[in-house]
């Protein structure tokens, strides 16, 4: 029995060795992507310039709850002491520390129920819009959102509930963003209504974008053959809340989820609020595959989503500690970041903003803000991705070639060229770099252009040969039927007036 036990336990631990074999690009090294082969060595895209903690600040510093740049500063949101901290975001120096809100006239406000001074209670997450030059706190704590100029953050108002808000979700921001019109959009830890929508004057708009929850097949069956009773009875799924939120310079909201139960994960919202994200990847947009044994199906679940303005974003991994930086089309650029006590490693991702080609991660429990920047491979796949956002298709193919020259795996730079040879109508070309990038959609538009162009090319040439052949078989097939009718005894009309003519001039002899 103990030796049948042993060969059990054996049997298993090689088990896992294996599979950590198998998948060890993503259990023990961090240069890694996802390819058409699965889990690829790769090379970083970036790498951590910078730490910013409580060094960098002459006020107590104690969590980084939110990140976010704008106006060429860089605002933190401290749950902890009650403040938001603003630095250069050229220079990563300190600029001041936001907790007493003032009036325009610089003096300290006082809350007319209370009697105190108006002072940010726990504020979790912080948003600068550059048009509307406004700074945006969600301030948690204290159930409403300070609204603060953004060149003296003097009070330009607050937000509390507002009346007729529908729904059960209580007002307790904690993520937002703001659009151009100066529309509020803001997360509440826990809600199953979506997105909630402010108009510009803090009035309820609607909720926006709800998130679809994932029934099994089981629960399907009982709940269609169940009676209406039972149905009633049943319990409900609710939509997993969201757990991070941007939005881009056009208006599309981006969000993620920690619920990797769901049927998407990250989501870009139009208008009508539907999820229009683009997933041309290997393995889809969920970060990490699920990995069975070595990790215990192990799956990513995000926590954050900051995008750029030319369609690149990047999304954080609360349970490893992973940041994926995606194309506008899906494609993996770079994974990197992980947690541990390593230099670099994170405890508690919370946030993620853009600085220029800047990524910045906030790390909640640690109280810091990573900074990364992009090496030369990392540079090469923003800029061709900037060139390919504004159509300046020639230059993103220059360095959508210096890219693959660092970083061979980088499939996307190959689908890249190939789109831009598509459009020059250069489908040979075009089906040499889609077929390098595995992208099959690309290879039969390129197919279906070079089939045309061949048919064109070649079909005078076509043309001639058909009706040569034509003429030739109906030539042929003359000839067969007359040699037909003299082998049978049948001769045609011209053939009988012959006889005919021959006869009488006999007859007239």
Known sequence: MNKKFGSILAFMLALMLFSSTVYGETTRRFNYTYGVMGVESTVSAFELARVIDRSYMPIPFERADDVNVGGGRIFIADSMTGRVNVLCAYEY??????????DADGRI??????????????????????????????????????VLNGDDYTLIEVITRPDYMAGNTVFRPFRLAVDNAGRIFFLVQGSSEGIVVLEPDGSFARYFGTNRPSVSPIEFFWRTVATTEQREQMARNFAPPFSGIDIDPSGFIYAVTADNSVQEMIFRFNARGDNVIRDAGFVGLRGDMTIIFANLAYQSEFQAVAVTDFGVYAVVDSVRGRVFVYDFDGHVISIFSQL????GGVREPASLAWNG????????????????????????????????????????TAFYRDAVALNATFYAA?????????????????????DLAFDQDGFSRAWQGRRSELIEQWFPLIAVIIVSLSLLLIYSEVRYLKKAAYQEGRLDKKEKKRKRKKNKEAVDV
């Open 414 to 434: 190959y689908s890249g060229i190939g789109r831009n040879y598509l459009m020059q109508r250069r489908y040979s070309e075009a089906m040499y770099y889609f």
């Open 357 to 396: 080609f800047d990524l910045l991660l906030a790390d909640r429990a640690l109280g810091v803000v990573y900074v990364y920047t992009p090496n030369r491979f990392g540079y090469a796949a923003l800029m061709a991705n900037y060139h390919v956002y504004r159509g300046n298709w020639e230059e993103a």
């Open 340 to 343: 541990g006590g390593v230099r």
């Open 109 to 146: 406000i006082t809350d007319d129920v209370t009697g105190e001074q108006l002072m940010l209670d726990s504020p979790e997450g912080v948003f600068f819009n550059e048009s509307l030059n406004k700074l945006y706190i969600a301030d948690t704590g204290a159930e409403r959102i300070v």
């Open 93 to 102: 120096s300190f600029v001041t520390s936001l907790r007493l809100i003032r």
